[in-house]
């Protein structure tokens, strides 16, 4: 029986988690939850799997927690109250619980950073879905993994396909384990992006595009920002930079290859040019499950993949100028540093801004470009998790200042 | 350095793996040849790889052998002749020639059989391309394989395809390599099809189908003899039966899909539905130097895969009227015992009768039908070697007759 932790329970990574403890209760049981403001779905989840500690982002709302466990009615009520813990310190101490054996880390964005620091510094094996993680902070992560054995199995379905085509490969566990280590008989890796929300508009189209274009994503549920990542295929580009350090690639070893049905989830090229990919129906829970049974794998009830009934898979090359998030990413990437925190912060606050509609959907690259290229003069080449933190809120700002000032228009017009 | 013995050298594997062992000279080198009739290209390969030994099939080519390569000038004679050995115990000599350590059975039909059993009885690797050595005799095969501890490696693509795909499961090496021993985390596996020549016919149009059509393979180059089985998809019927064994699987674990495209050259699905499929350009080369390489793989500069150049791969379903010779298959496969070995060897002469244009097209399937159905009241469930060869010749003949006394035509009408 595996014990398990789940930060960020009631976001869409944690959900699903949940939904597999639910359906395996014999491999495993939850021992430790982190949420953020949603208390009923917590107190659901808290009745159900009775952990036995609580974290809560948001300090404040710790006696709000206890209360509403205190009012439930006695045959709801879990049989022993789990230890409800508040803040950073809280959400720390629940990440590295003693009796965990994996972590999964749901966290979205940069509040999931330190969390997942914590959780690695205590050696658990993490699987990881929170990306800031490797792409913001790689240089300080990488370091820690070493020293303290935690291993980083991946939960997203790209860089899970990678993984699991891996195991296939004639190199031992612990190269394929140790982050950022090159494995000698890897060539390439592809990494298959369905294209987005506008993989069929023309660049052109794209001046028009608006918010409700931009999250209704053709293949994959997902959260808003992350689907508007998909529209600009930014997704992609920090997965490029999350899988430099996973699996320890350098840029040119990996390619992005537009595949509008998401079947293929990515694939691995051999030394010997064989090539092994992993396949499915796009489904996150997969991943999540494989994570959690590694280095096993368990019989699931869940529909199975028909080729037949998808009929046909089709390949291109991503357009470099519809998507110039995309070589932004590359380029950012091999500057490493701290470049790819501000990419990835810089991101974030551009897309935010979109979706409140201050911005339009072509300025979200030039924000972001326009910021990484203020941050040259100060980029660390190997910061700690201090700069990482820094420059990580100063991309944010930067970005927020420059549309609150009318900034941005003149950088986009400027275009 | 691994020591390298071709069986059947001067065919279509056989010359594929010299090929490779002239590609890596620091990891191969050849002990032992055997070949048919062509002196000529034997002598060739002789010089250039200066075996340890050669056995010829025909005793009566062994002295003409002898004579070629003393009259050879003597900057062309290799160091040290090798031992010159004939016949059926020849072959099996140098089969299981003591310095090999793997055994490439590229033997075309059921000449193959008697070396490749004398290979494992040696306790040798075998990379496996003779396909009767499992589909005719897999109740012999399997318990040697069990005593000598001799391991069969798939070279065929797709049989290849799928054990690259499962050194990826969580099972033990042990696992994968005992033949016919199930593995409880493999689902099923997907062999694809490219459909053949006749992939685009109408099964009315069939009934027009010549030789020539027959033999005009749309993306692998194989031998005469194979184009027509993709033609009928009695390939895939005895890829089928050779899976069974090699694998350990119900035929119900067994599907076929058409992929014309031959990029994908077959998928396994796990017990938690991921599938993984190994990918490359339709060349032997790969899954012949997996078999020599193995556990390893050796870096190629051969064509690398561009799905962007390929641009789509399609799927569907095998027609079955079409194409009556792969549910044949099913159905004698379930039956087992000496009845695989009647379908292979009735395939074979039919096959042979078509190519003299002796029969039809579409009377191949009426005529191996009709000889497995006159095979039932003679069934052997746990047939032993002698029983097999017996059954092979019966099922020869039977096919040769029934062409001969022009009974064939009565069936072909009939039907």
Not at 25 to 33: C, E, G, I, N
Request: a negative charge; one cysteine or more; glycine letters at 6%.
């Amino acid at each position: 029986m595996k014990a398990i932790s789940v930060l960020g329970s009631t976001g869409s990574i944690g959900t699903q988690t949940l939904e597999i403890v639910e359906e395996f209760p014999d491999q495993f049981r939850v021992v430790a939850l982190t949420a953020g403001r949603n208390l009923t779905l917590l107190l659901e989840q808290i009745q159900k799997h009775q952990p036995e500690v609580v974290a809560l982002a948001d300090e404040e709302l710790v006696n709000e927690l206890r209360d509403r466990l205190n009012e439930l009615p006695l045959e709801r009520r879990p049989n022993k109250l789990p230890k409800i813990l508040g803040g950073t310190d809280g959400l720390n101490e629940a990440a590295s619980w003693d009796h965990a054996d994996l972590v999964v880390t749901g966290i979205v964005g940069c509040a999931g950073l330190l969390p997942t620091l914590a959780a690695i510094r205590s050696g658990k094996d993490i699987a990881l879905a929170n990306k800031e993680t490797l792409i913001a902070a790689g240089p300080v992560v990488l370091p820690e993994l070493k020293r303290s054995g935690s291993r980083l199995l991946p939960a997203d379905s790209e860089h899970s396909a990678i993984f699991q085509c891996l195991q296939g490969t004639p190199w031992a566990e612990n190269a394929r384990l140790s982050t950022g280590v090159p494995n000698p008989g890897l060539r390439s890796i592809h990494l298959t992006a369905s294209g987005g929300a506008f993989r069929d508009w023309s660049t052109e189209d794209l001046k028009n595009a608006t918010v409700t274009d931009a999250t209704n994503h053709p293949n994959w549920s997902m959260g808003r920002k992350i689907t508007v990542d998909s529209a600009t295929l930014m997704n992609k580009g920090l997965e490029v930079i999350e899988a430099h350090y996973l699996f320890g690639l350098d840029y040119d070893q990996i390619e992005i290859v537009i595949h509008p049905q998401s079947i293929i989830h990515s694939m691995i090229e051999l030394a010997d040019s064989s090539v092994l990919a992993q396949l499915g129906w796009p489904d996150m829970k997969l991943p999540i499950l494989y994570c959690m049974s590694w280095p096993s794998r368990l019989e699931t009830p869940w529909k199975r993949l028909s080729l037949k009934e998808v009929g046909q898979l089709t390949f291109n090359s991503p357009d470099t100028e519809k998507y110039p998030c995309m070589q932004l990413a590359y380029s950012v990437g091999r500057v490493g540093g701290t470049m790819p925190a501000v990419l990835n912060a810089a991101n974030e606050e551009a897309v935010a801004q979109f979706l409140e509609e201050k911005i339009h959907f072509l300025e979200i690259p030039k924000l972001i470009e326009a910021t990484c290229e203020n941050h040259k003069k100060d980029l660390k080449s190997q910061p700690n998790l201090e700069e990482v933190l820094f420059v990580d809120s100063w991309a944010r700002n930067a970005v927020r200042e420059k549309v609150d000032s009318g900034l941005n228009r003149v950088v986009f017009l400027g275009s």
